[in-house]
């Protein structure tokens, strides 16, 4: 899955890719920010991209990112939420 860093305003709602931003595998995104990220909104107007993340690092500082969602991604959700409840296979 493909991601990269975008930068995010609220109000009015304004999405665009990070200026000098480079692709990045979505998944050792997830990792580097120890799994704790967050779907924000989708996104249509930005090729290949449908949806924003807001991933916290340590100091639970966010940093934003357009990921092109598939069914790896789904697959990796359900395999993280039956981890935290106990049900690791």
């Not at 990792?31 to 967050?38: A, H, Q």
């Not at 779907?39 to 500082?61: M, P, S, W």
């Not at 934003?64 to 690791?88: P, Q």
Request: charged share 35%; proline share 1%.
């Amino acid at each position: 899955m493909k991601s990269i860093q975008a930068q995010f305003q609220k109000d009015p709602q304004e999405i665009k890719v990070k200026a000098g931003a480079k692709q990045e595998d979505w998944a050792g995104v997830c990792r580097r920010f120890n799994d704790d990220v967050e779907r924000v909104c989708d996104v249509g107007h930005i090729a290949e991209y449908t949806g924003l993340y807001q991933c916290f690092d340590e100091k639970n500082k966010g940093v934003f990112y357009l990921v092109e969602e598939d069914k790896t991604l789904f697959r990796m959700k359900r395999r993280h939420f039956l981890e935290n409840i106990g049900s690791k296979k």
